[in-house]
């Protein structure tokens, strides 16, 4: 009897202990789920504003969206499978070479947290209502489309990116823009971010920084320096240092001199080893119809 209660005993224990393991094992699975997503089978219509433009957001565009694990407020959405382009502009250039009625189709994914994705097409009329664009088949517009590639990480944020040309005055958030514009000429591009500074930033970064002014081992790359001088100064000192022990330990809630984020033009104007200039705003002679900008995304004080 009493060997009875015994294996008894073990043979629960044994059996608890196996169910735990397995419910354990369980809650470690990733979610290898992609979310179910379904797109409008009409479509949806958008006019030409008074600005020229119709600006649609991927996220507009779907009838549905669900997701096993990632909450529908987390969901990502954007065209083209290009995590970047959440939103599209279109100018008069959409509607050339377009009948009236017809509409264009628009890849649309939504991504969850452990970045699985779903697609679907969404069709989509741009419409000119308000008459805005010429009627002329001669109408040609500029279009400019901006990049921004974050260094060391792939995360997405929104920049705040402003565009001011003439007859022409727009402001984006994100991490990629395409715009078009009627006229030819010089136009300002502004790129910023100044949320989150300590983003990146821990003790490894300070440990980093002192190794490279002792000498023990030196930046290897441009971007380190950009984002080792937190304090603007265009060399690398135990001021820089000091600045982000200061943050890190809450004696300032953020970089005084710097913002969170320097953007670095990569195509049009080649990062400069000498040239320590925190820009903000660039002027662009745009000539081309078709341009690009492709930016460099650093976050300020994180060097490893
Ligand atoms: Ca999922
Ligand atoms: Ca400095
Ligand atoms: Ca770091």
């Not at 369980?26 to 433009?53: M, R």
């Not at 600045?243 to 710097?258: A, N, P, S, Y």
Request: hydrophobic share 35%; net charge negative.
């Amino acid at each position: 009897m009493r060997n009875t209660i015994l294996l008894s005993c073990i043979l629960l224990f044994y059996f608890t202990l196996g169910k735990t393991a397995v419910l354990n094992s369980s809650l470690d699975l990733e979610d290898t789920v992609p979310p179910k997503i379904s797109c409008f089978n009409y479509a949806l219509t958008q006019n030409i504003k008074s600005t020229g433009f119709a600006q649609v957001f991927a996220k507009d565009l779907i009838l549905s969206a669900v997701d096993d694990e990632t909450a529908p407020e987390e969901l990502r959405f954007y065209f083209d499978g290009n995590p970047k382009m959440s939103s599209k502009l279109f100018g008069c250039n959409t509607l050339l070479g377009l009948s009236t009625s017809a509409p264009i189709e628009l890849k649309i994914t939504v991504e969850d947290l452990s970045g699985n994705q779903a697609h679907c097409i969404s069709p989509l009329l741009i419409t000119d209502t308000l008459e805005i664009c010429p009627s002329d088949s001669g109408i040609s517009n500029y279009s400019l489309k901006i990049e921004i590639t974050p260094y060391k990480t792939n995360s997405i944020f929104d920049a705040n990116i402003s565009v001011v040309g003439p007859n022409f005055n727009q402001s984006f958030s994100g991490q990629s823009a395409q715009i078009e514009f009627l006229d030819p000429g010089k136009y300002e591009v502004c790129i910023e971010k100044n949320d989150d500074p300590i983003n990146g930033v821990s003790t490894a970064d300070i440990y980093k920084i002192r190794r490279h002014i002792l000498g023990i081992e030196e930046f290897t790359d441009l971007y380190q320096y950009i984002a080792a001088d937190v304090n603007n100064s265009c060399s690398i000192t135990a001021s820089d240092m000091s600045e982000i022990k200061k943050l890190l330990f809450g004696t300032i809630d953020k970089f005084r001199h710097k913002d969170s984020w320097q953007f670095v033009p990569i195509n049009f104007s080649p990062p400069n080893p000498t040239d320590c200039t925190f820009n903000k705003c660039w002027v662009i002679e745009i000539k081309d119809r078709n341009v690009q900008l492709e930016f460099a995304a650093i976050k300020i004080g994180d060097v490893r």
